[in-house]
């Protein structure tokens, strides 16, 4: 039973990247890749190129990257990616507005510059003379860090998204705001899927953290679960969603353990100048309809499994059980001693008066429109965003190759009124 539960948790985890959508009944053309050959190449196999970490990708195009160890204050030490300025402004003594971006579940900070220069929206707020910092939640590739904890130590992923938001987002905010050097009092904020609840647990548990929030930007925003149309959650719930024997087997544990071989591998075979590349493009293709840029789908296929604590996993299942977005479920007893009460408590969401823009899509098989509504009912200060394109799905807020005319300008759009209105 655990080993079924693990391939259902799997599963779930594969569908909730960009690649999801099962491949539908095409035939592979496998036309220039000779498996046989290749088995008997000594070349073809174990040639593993180093892996390309996000600022390497980020330099590769021409801009200055960074990279910074930001300690929060449970102990963790996040890796935080920064594109100080556009080489092609040259604007690196002019104020530059802070915006922070942060990822999807199991995802990293190369998800937001996979589409390249031209269409990336961290690239685009660059050169429109933002200061773009892009965050890594804990026990992912780049923030698999810790003052006193290794990575081993079962304690380290004692965490699900709530300890995301509390902590780690919290830390990235105060440390761009610092580093940045301007004295900025608050920054533009852009999150997909997860990196909207690990906003939205933040702003609602310190609303002290409200105030240095200029605009927020949720792309297909997940709070609230239970009319969440993927199959799989549904099938998992209700054996994973609740204090059971699975669930407890399940918990704390990181989810696919980090492989550098498992890594080394994926990108070896689909990256970028792998012989394999236009199999890996075909497949992508397929599996999103062609309605994704394949380019950013491969990279983000090579870079995804990227760390995860499996609770982040069971705490969205236990929202869509429940139907509350409300904190972890530890049981009754241990309730008693976090919450003093027996059943978690909801998060006051009704405290979130920062801008907040919320995105959302009737295509979206994790953030259904009910349930984004019922979240925007509590919002005071929200504007609500509904997506044209009515295929439009979950990872095509990540990688739909349209993204920069449906997202990325009107997002720009509004963070530049909004900057102009303070300099008036
Ligand atoms: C971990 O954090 C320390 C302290 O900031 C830093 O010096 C070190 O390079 C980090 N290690 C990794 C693997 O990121
Ligand atoms: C897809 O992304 C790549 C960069 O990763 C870019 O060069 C290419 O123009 C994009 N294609 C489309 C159709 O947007
Ligand atoms: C991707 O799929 C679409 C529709 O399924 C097809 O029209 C297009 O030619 C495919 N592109 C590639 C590069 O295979």
């Not at 937001?112 to 031209?118: A, K, L, R, T, V």
């Not at 919290?170 to 990196?195: P, W």
Request: net charge negative.
């Amino acid at each position: 039973m655990k080993n079924r539960l693990i391939v259902a948790l799997l599963l779930l985890w594969l569908c909730t990247g960009a690649h999801c959508a099962p491949p539908g009944s095409d035939t592979f053309n496998l036309d220039g890749v000779d498996f046989y050959q290749l088995f008997n190449d000594p070349e073809g196999h174990l040639k593993l190129n180093p892996r390309l970490k996000t600022d390497d990708r980020i330099r590769a195009h021409g801009y200055p990257a960074e990279l910074h160890h930001v300690p929060t204050e449970d102990g963790y030490i996040i890796g935080l990616f920064r594109i100080p300025y556009s080489h092609k402004l040259q604007n690196q003594q002019t104020n530059r507005p802070i915006v922070l971006m942060q990822h999807g579940i199991s995802g990293s900070s190369d998800n937001w510059i996979s589409m390249g220069p031209d269409n990336a929206l961290a690239f685009q707020l660059v050169d429109a003379g933002y200061d773009v910092w892009i965050g890594n939640a804990r026990g992912n590739t780049y923030s698999r860090n810790h003052t006193w904890l290794s990575t081993q130590h079962p304690y380290f992923w004692r965490f699900s998204w709530h300890e995301i938001g509390y902590f780690d987002i919290a830390a990235m905010i105060d440390y761009a705001l610092k580093a940045n050097g301007q004295g900025q009092e608050a920054i533009h904020y852009v999150g997909h899927s997860q990196g909207t609840t690990v906003f939205l647990a933040l702003m609602s548990t310190r609303p002290e953290y409200n105030a240095k929030i200029k605009t927020s930007q949720l792309l297909a925003p997940v709070a609230y679960m239970n009319n969440m149309g993927s199959l799989l959650a549904k099938a998992t719930g209700p054996y994973l969603g609740h204090r059971t024997v699975y669930a407890l087997m399940l918990e704390s544990q990181e989810f696919l353990p980090y492989n550098d071989f498992l890594l080394a591998f994926l990108y070896n075979t689909c990256g970028p100048d792998s012989r394999f590349l236009n199999y890996c493009k075909q497949l992508h293709n397929i599996s999103n309809k062609g309605r994704a840029n394949s380019t950013a789908t491969a990279i983000n296929a090579v870079t995804t499994p990227a760390g995860v604590s499996t609770n982040q996993f069971l705490h969205y299942l236990q929202e869509q059980q429940s139907g509350h977005f409300r904190l972890y479920d530890f049981g009754a007893k241990k309730n008693l001693i976090a919450y003093n009460a027996e059943v978690p408590p909801d998060y006051p969401t009704n405290l979130i008066n920062c801008e907040t823009h919320l995105w959302y899509a009737d295509n979206d098989e994790m953030a259904a429109v009910e349930d984004v509504r019922r979240l925007a009912e509590a919002l005071p200060n929200k504007v609500m965003h509904h997506m044209e394109d009515p295929l439009w799905n979950h990872g095509d807020f990540a990688t739909n190759w349209e993204v920069r005319k449906y997202i990325n300008d009107p997002i720009i759009q509004i963070m530049n009124e909004f900057e102009d209105a303070l300099q008036n």
